[in-house]
């Protein structure tokens, strides 16, 4: 029932441009992730075509590949790097240097990044550390857990790996999990509406009367704490821009607000707009009422 409420806020005023998506041009889009987890597979059974370099051994794919690709209506430029690699591993290799900068380029350049996972050994420190580089870059995040057909069992597993994703990557709460296999097909049906709908919530925005509701019943529900005796008070609310979402909360004393109090909001926010996975942008006005003396 609360999930269904707050749900609300993104149904109203569809009149009044209440969420909207900006204007698209083709869908930028990187494939990622550490050595040997079948990027370039993924990249070639998505195009239907031999595209990239593909090997058994870790760091084939020596430079980014970038292909136009048109999933139904959407024109789509298709990139595929080179996995990122430990800085001790790379050492002296100047080609895999390259295709480091390469990725971390393409991350920069992409709008959605889909980071491939090795269901076999899903969470590796490397992956975290390639996801939490692309929540840095603000970009949206689509898990895709490779090599799905190598696992024998099945049952319960997508939501073990749920929980461990959002227990070790808070930043991504809620993205995109889709189980494929490169090798047979197996899923990628699931794999391009989830990237469609990443790039829908990335661009996203949301009008400023649904997002001071949002306010009033977020605050009403877990107000802020008080700080050296004085309570901090949110007194308004606005989206100053999308790619990633970007919010504005104008108050007093909000540079006292805590870090768990931002990530409440965060995740409230998730829920009622449909942002799950897409990194948000909090900037802190302590100020009054932009609006106060037009009245």
Same mark, same amino acid.
């Given at each position: 029932?609360?999930?269904?409420?707050?749900?609300?806020?993104?149904?109203?005023?569809?009149?009044?441009?209440?969420?909207?998506?900006?204007?698209?041009?083709?869908?930028?889009?990187?494939?990622?992730?550490?050595?040997?987890?079948?990027?370039?597979?993924?990249?070639?059974?998505?195009? &239907? %075509?031999?595209?990239? *370099?593909?090997?058994?051994? $870790? !760091?084939?794919?020596?430079? +980014?590949? @970038? =292909?136009?690709?048109?999933? &139904? %209506?959407?024109?789509? *430029?298709?990139?595929?790097? $080179? !996995?990122?690699?430990?800085? +001790?591993? @790379? =050492?002296?290799?100047?080609?895999? %240097?390259?295709?480091?900068?390469?990725?971390?380029? $393409?991350?920069?350049?992409?709008?959605?990044?889909?980071?491939?996972?090795?269901?076999?050994?899903?969470?590796?420190?490397?992956?975290?550390?390639?996801?939490?580089?692309?929540?840095?870059?603000?970009?949206?995040?689509?898990?895709?857990?490779?090599?799905?057909?190598?696992?024998?069992?099945?049952?319960?597993?997508?939501?073990?790996?749920?929980?461990?994703?959002?227990?070790?990557?808070?930043?991504?709460?809620?993205?995109?999990?889709?189980?494929?296999?490169?090798?047979?097909?197996?899923?990628?049906?699931?794999?391009?509406?989830?990237?469609?709908?990443?790039?829908?919530?990335?661009?996203?925005?949301?009008?400023?009367?649904?997002?001071?509701?949002?306010?009033?019943?977020?605050?009403?529900?877990?107000?802020?704490?008080?700080?050296?005796?004085?309570?901090?008070?949110?007194?308004?609310?606005?989206?100053?821009?999308?790619?990633?979402?970007?919010?504005?909360?104008?108050?007093?004393?909000?540079?006292?607000?805590?870090?768990?109090?931002?990530?409440?909001?965060?995740?409230?926010?998730?829920?009622?707009?449909?942002?799950?996975?897409?990194?948000?942008?909090?900037?802190?006005?302590?100020?009054?009422?932009?609006?106060?003396?037009?009245?």
């Amino acid at each position: 029932e609360r999930i269904e409420a707050r749900a609300q806020y993104a149904r109203e005023e569809g009149a009044e441009a209440g969420t909207e998506s900006e204007e698209k041009g083709p869908l930028k889009l990187a494939i990622v992730g550490r050595p040997k987890v079948g990027k370039s597979s993924l990249f070639n059974r998505l195009l &239907g %075509e031999e595209r990239a *370099l593909t090997s058994p051994e $870790a !760091g084939t794919t020596r430079d +980014a590949v @970038i =292909a136009k690709w048109k999933a &139904g %209506e959407r024109d789509i *430029l298709l990139h595929d790097t $080179a !996995g990122l690699r430990k800085k +001790a591993r @790379i =050492a002296g290799h100047t080609l895999e %240097e390259l295709s480091v900068d390469s990725t971390l380029e $393409a991350i920069r350049f992409a709008e959605c990044v889909v980071i491939v996972i090795d269901a076999t050994m899903p969470f590796e420190k490397q992956d975290l550390t390639i996801a939490d580089l692309i929540a840095r870059e603000g970009r949206a995040v689509v898990f895709a857990v490779n090599k799905w057909d190598l696992v024998e069992n099945r049952g319960g597993k997508i939501s073990e790996l749920r929980e461990k994703l959002d227990r070790l990557l808070p930043q991504v709460w809620g993205a995109p999990l889709i189980a494929v296999s490169a090798r047979t097909g197996e899923g990628l049906d699931r794999l391009l509406p989830a990237i469609e709908e990443a790039d829908r919530a990335w661009n996203l925005r949301v009008s400023t009367a649904q997002l001071n509701r949002f306010l009033e019943d977020a605050l009403q529900r877990h107000p802020p704490p008080a700080v050296s005796g004085r309570r901090v008070r949110v007194r308004y609310m606005t989206q100053v821009k999308a790619r990633p979402p970007t919010f504005a909360l104008f108050g007093n004393q909000l540079d006292a607000l805590p870090e768990h109090y931002l990530r409440y909001l965060t995740n409230e926010l998730r829920e009622a707009f449909a942002l799950k996975g897409i990194p948000m942008r909090f900037v802190l006005r302590t100020s009054k009422n932009p609006f106060a003396d037009n009245r």
